[in-house]
Structures are given as C-alpha cells and as structure tokens.
C-alpha cells in the first residue's frame, strides 16, 4: 500500500469524528496518525485505499471502525484524578440521592468514558472507605468507553506506577497486590464493577444501559466540537434519574444556553444537578 495522500487522510478523519465526536485539527491527525493508519490498511490486507474506506463506509468490516477509534482516543487517566470530586460525591451527592430514593433501590453510578477503568475503581474505593452508604445500599457501577482496548485493560485491573500518582499508600496496601512494579486490583473490587465498549453518540446503546444517579463524564467532551458536545449532554440528562448528577472535569463546562442543569459550587468544584 502506498503514502496516504492527504485528501485520503482527511476523509477517514472525518469519519471518526462523524462517528466518534472526536474532532482532530487536519495537520495533527496526518503527524499523529498517518503511520498507524498506513499500517492498519496494509494488515488488513488492502492494497488501495477506496476498498478499504468503503468497507468502513459501508459497514461491511465493523472492526475497521473500531480500530481507528482506538488508534487515535487518548486514554490518559489514574486513580484519584480531580480527588475532590470522590469526596463530593460520598459527602454531598449520595447522602442526598440515598435520603430520597425508595428503601432497596439501587444507586446506579456511570462513568463515561471510564478509559482503562480507574476512575470507576476509585468511585468503589471512595465507596468502601467512607464504609457507611454501602452498607445502606446496593450500589452498580458501570465505566464505558469507546476504545476496545481499554476496556479489556479495564476489565484486567493492572496498573503501573504512573495509574497510582495520586493514591496514598494505604489505598494501595488495601485494594492491590504489588507484584513487581505492577499493581493489581483486589479481585472483590474487580467483580463489583462492570465494563462496556460504547460509544457515547450510540443513542439505541446509550438507552440500554438504563437510568442513572449520577454520570461521571471528565475530559472527554474537550474532544468534540460545541454541537456535539451539547448532543452528549442533553443525551446525559435524558440518561440520568430525577435530582440525578452530573460531573464533568474542571476543565469542561455545560454551556450557559442549556437550560437543563443546575450549576453548583462546592470546593474548586462545579457540579451539575438535574433540573426537574
Ligand atoms: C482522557 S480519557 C478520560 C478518562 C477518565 N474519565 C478521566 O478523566 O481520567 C478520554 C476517554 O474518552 C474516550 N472517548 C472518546 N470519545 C468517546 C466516545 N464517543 N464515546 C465513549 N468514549 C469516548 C476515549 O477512548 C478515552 O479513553
């Protein structure tokens, strides 16, 4: 397969970000990506470009997507990333969701997109420490993403050092297994969690997972354009319960022309609640 010409480049970034929201400037995409691109089509056995994009086109190889989504997704993340926002949610959100839910009902917990699965992990983690709410309630926590590739490392909970930079020493004694210079997450917590490959701008998908009390949804939307960003947020609301809560990282904000949350300030931190 030859040099992809720059129009050919193009076209396949504007498929993603079609498909994936995921917007990349045009010179970027051909520095960052052109090489793994070139080596994707020539795996896959393609010795021009036209078949390959038409089989994307056309649905007839879905895993040619798939792999593109998880060349060009950037995945990084940790424990404890934006620490205060764990603390909001066991010391503000859940209480009130937990005061005003029906006895037995369960708190369901969604992080989108929850990358190679920490920052679910330190949801449960920030659950078990404060020890009193899950006692109360059954709790469900769900991570998805769109890259496979995470998700699969997700579902292993190993962890190098750089996963750890935020997590004090005795979080680490408590939930992992040090084996060399990898971490394993205990097998409990690893069997608590549930991981899924999804795309946010898969509405018939999206509608499946179910209801939720609060979305977890850091350092995404910076990925996409304005449009879709706020196609993502109004999806949001309609996935989250009455008085449900949103959390989004201090780098992303809901635009002040939707009218579909309430702004609140705890901290350094803004949160979102639902407008009922
Ligand atoms: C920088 S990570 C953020 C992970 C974690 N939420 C955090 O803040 O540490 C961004 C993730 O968004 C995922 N992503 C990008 N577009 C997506 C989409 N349309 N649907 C689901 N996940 C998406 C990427 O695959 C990547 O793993």
Redesign the pocket.
Known sequence: MKKLQSEELKKIRDLIQLK???SIKEKKFEIIHRKKIEKLISEEGYSDFKTFYHDIVYNRKPELIQKLYNIV?????YFF?ENEHFRILTEKILPEINSIRPKGETINIL?????TG??VYSILIQLLEENRLIKERDFMLLG????SQ?IKEAKKGVYTESSMRNTPEKIKSRYFKNAGNLYHIDKKLKDSVSFEN????DRYKMKKLGKFDVI?S???LI?FEENVRKEVIANFYSMLKSDGYLIL?HVERIPESIQLFKKIKIGNSIIYKKNS
Do not use: K
């Open positions: 994936s929201g995921i997704t950037i995945n990084e993340t990333r992080s989108a997109p929850c990358s920490e920052e998805i993403d769109i890259d995470v999804v795309n946010v701008l977890f850091r350092n995404m990925y990282s």
